[in-house]
């Protein structure tokens, strides 16, 4: 059983519509990172979450994107109007032993048409 | 300048033979060093740490060479099962999770 899952594995979107992408995980961490991967470049950072809060965030995390995490597990990415930028792998990750270290979800692909 | 810059690849390596490759950082101020495998379409999944005075784990040996700011990943007797990309990933001091800052990846294909 995975330790992050997430939801969708792959939505496909219109330019301009409100998406939002689930992550649940399984133990009880307190630290949750969002990170995307755009088709054949590397990993990048989005946001990081610690005690229901924004901790960090990078420059690609800008006003069209929040994160939230409702009802004290699931945790969410939402982007409020997607652009065809948008189009990748979206990665939940939780916080590991070290807090360096990383478990990722299994990832939601987002594609833009 | 590039972060953490790997060669991409691909490299195309015999069943059974030793692969090495190696990954530059900028920043000295880095202090946590991380190998990461990925598959195709896969999540990124921990190898291991790189220590200052490096590890081995089973077949794969990672080195840290802080004075030439490089990270180094070996793998003996590869297997089929080796082929991935793989990721270096470097943390600057003092940073949590967020602060990490992934290479491209350097694709390898173990061939029979």
């Known amino acids: 059983e995975p330790e992050v899952t997430q939801t969708p594995s792959h939505q496909v979107t219109q330019m301009g519509q409100e998406v939002i992408l689930r992550c649940v995980p399984i133990?009880?961490?307190?630290?949750f990172y969002w990170y995307r991967q755009i088709l054949g470049q590397k990993v990048e950072f989005l946001v990081s979450?610690?005690?229901?809060?924004?901790?960090?965030k990078s420059e690609i995390f800008d006003d069209q994107f929040s994160v939230e995490r409702p009802d004290g597990s699931n945790f969410t990415l939402k982007i409020r109007s997607t652009k065809l930028e948008d189009s990748a792998m979206y990665f939940c990750?939780?916080?590991?032993?070290?807090?360096?270290?990383?478990?990722f979800g299994a990832g939601s692909r987002l594609t833009v048409l | 300048r590039k972060e953490v810059e790997q060669d991409p690849g691909p490299f195309n390596v015999p069943e059974g033979a030793t692969v090495a490759f190696n990954c530059t950082y900028s920043?000295?101020?880095?202090?946590?060093f991380f190998w990461y495998r990925q598959d195709c379409r896969k999540e990124p999944k921990l190898l291991m740490s790189?220590?200052?005075s490096g590890n081995e784990d089973g077949r794969f040996t990672a080195q840290l060479n802080r004075a030439s700011q490089y990270i180094s990943l070996l793998i003996r007797d590869s297997k089929l099962s080796d082929s991935a990309t793989y990721l270096c990933?470097?943390?600057?001091?003092?940073?949590?999770?967020?602060?990490?800052?992934f290479g491209k990846g350097t694709h390898l294909i173990i061939q029979p």
């Open positions: 979450f610690y005690n229901n809060e924004i901790s960090e």
């Open positions: 990750a939780r916080g590991g032993s070290g807090a360096n270290v990383l478990t």
């Open positions: 133990s009880n961490h307190l630290y």
């Open positions: 920043n000295s101020a880095s202090q946590s």
């Open positions: 990933v470097v943390n600057v001091a003092g940073g949590g999770a967020d602060g990490l800052t």
């Open positions: 790189v220590y200052s």
